[in-house]
């Protein structure tokens, strides 16, 4: 017999075997949790917020991505203040930029875009490890301006040939598309807690505010604080080059007595380096550490704008339990009823709307979706939910089946889901643009089973994997 209570759903057992046991130390089991998404190229100036914070022009040649104001005076408030991003996710205000690349025929060959990676990894080991949400307005460095050799943090790859820490030489140009150079960057993960900064002024010698772990993970003395790995990937077209020894990266300018650049200057491709500004709306990468790095989900570029979560839920159950109120168990159920032996039972969940639609970027459409962890109980075998709105009215420790707003009418959404445990996604954008235009500043939704045969079980906002109502705006890019 399945292990999961059936008959009758929640008066034999309250589905207490109903969700599968999560592990309460997760330092040692997590699995491969990322994010990741692309950002075009934006501009390039000689500015460097980090480097040269308020200095425009003294810096080397950077090219931009993510925020298009980005520049020499860029703060954490401007970086929230200006909501335009070249990235895929209208959340990612941030701002990564990079040395300007030149071919050894002097060509200087703009970025086509940026991919950056955030992973539970303590690079350079290979273990998964809890993070921390990075604060705003962090800024990292990593790679060598001054590197004349070859260095871990940096990697190269080319049009036929994988990745290496060395000058690729012997790229195989596609013949339509011709040689696309990666240069991967891989930033520290431990933060020293105070600093937001490197102290690099007045030279690049100084302390700086983040660094690497060691080949076990474990964070060196003065930086405690772990935060996702974060790496960026920058992708060139540079034609029908087989041979990237000639090839030059921007480094600062030499400066005349007063301080202003005299003379350009260009190092190897080994003086590589990225600098990494956050500029994520707060709400959004907290989502991305809590619900995609620290449960080991592959969230890739599907991280929200803003979430909310519950404010209440609560399960009710018809026949005999009709009077039970079963608000703050740790479970939400819904099943079909069949005659007497099986009672109809559904759960409802209330939300505060999740806010920032209005501060889109006109290219964003917002999209609003229900997250939520559960499975079919009975089987492996699919079946359909159905998603109803409902009257917002309701106190989760005092709802039964005879106090319940209705469950049906305006339908909200769809569920297919078979019995596999895991996150599961509803699109409501109507629904919830229509509470908007209404003024709501609340929305509830019944969630219920549409056939017999079937019983379906989920985390409460009191479990281990809470749902969430979150705002979505993302847009599709041409890589």
């Known amino acids: 017999m399945n292990a999961f209570c059936l008959r ?91 040395p300007s690349l030149k071919l050894a025929d002097g060509t200087i060959v703009p970025p086509s875009y940026q991919k950056a990676y955030y992973t539970n990894i303590a690079v350079p080991s290979s273990l998964r490890q809890p993070v921390n949400t990075p604060p705003m307005a962090l800024q990292m460095l990593a790679g060598d301006p001054d590197g004349t050799g070859p260095n871990p943090r940096i990697s190269f790859l080319c049009t036929g040939r994988g990745y290496t820490n060395t000058i690729p030489t012997d790229c195989v140009p596609d013949p339509v598309k011709g040689t696309q150079l990666n240069i991967g960057v891989s930033f520290p993960t431990c933060w020293d807690g105070n600093n937001l900064a490197p102290m690099l002024r007045p030279h690049h010698g100084g302390y700086n505010n983040m660094a690497y772990p060691n080949s076990s993970g474990a964070c060196p003395s003065g930086y405690p ?33 007063h301080g202003k650049p005299e003379q350009e200057r260009w190092g190897s491709l080994y003086s590589a380096h990225a600098d990494f500004f956050n500029g994520w709306q707060p709400n959004a990468i907290h989502f991305m550490v809590e619900y995609c790095l620290n449960k080991g989900r592959a969230c890739h570029r599907e991280i929200p704008y803003s979430f909310t979560e519950p404010e209440a839920d609560a399960m009710v159950v018809d026949g005999e339990g009709r009077h039970t109120r079963l608000g ?82 305006k339908l909200a959404g769809r569920l297919f889901l078979d019995g596999q445990f895991q996150y599961r996604e509803i699109d409501v954008t109507e629904a919830v643009q229509t509470a908007r235009q209404a003024g709501q500043t609340l929305i509830s939704f019944c969630v219920k089973a549409a056939r017999q045969g079937n019983a379906y079980g989920f985390h409460s906002r009191e479990g281990a994997h809470k749902p969430v109502l979150y705002l979505r705006a993302v847009k599709e890019l041409p890589y």
């Open 225 to 257: 604080v772990r935060i996702p790995h974060v790496s960026m990937n920058i992708a060139y077209m540079i034609g029908h080059v087989r041979d990237l020894t000639g090839a030059q990266l921007s480094i600062d300018p030499r400066l005349d007595a």
């Open 8 to 98: 009758p759903l929640i008066l034999a057992c309250g589905l207490g075997a109903s969700l599968p046991a999560v592990a309460q130390d997760t330092s040692f089991n997590l699995h491969s949790g990322n994010a990741s998404l692309i950002c075009l190229y934006s501009h390039t100036l000689a500015d460097d917020a980090t480097a040269h914070p308020h200095q425009p022009g003294v810096a080397m040649r950077h090219d931009f991505f993510g925020n298009t104001a980005a520049n020499a005076h860029t703060t954490g408030r401007t970086l929230l203040d200006t909501p335009d991003s070249t990235c895929e996710n209208a959340a990612d205000g941030s701002a990564y930029w990079a």
């Open 328 to 409: 703050g168990d740790i479970k939400l159920a819904t099943e079909a009823a069949q005659g007497t032996a099986t009672p109809q039972s559904h759960f409802f969940m209330r939300f505060s709307i999740p806010g920032g639609a209005d501060k889109l970027p006109p290219r964003f459409t917002p999209q609003y979706k229900i997250q939520i962890h559960g499975a079919n109980i009975t089987g492996a075998s699919g079946g359909m939910l159905q998603v109803y709105t409902t009257d917002i009215n309701w106190n989760e420790h005092n709802l039964t089946m005879d106090s319940a707003p209705a469950c049906g009418g």
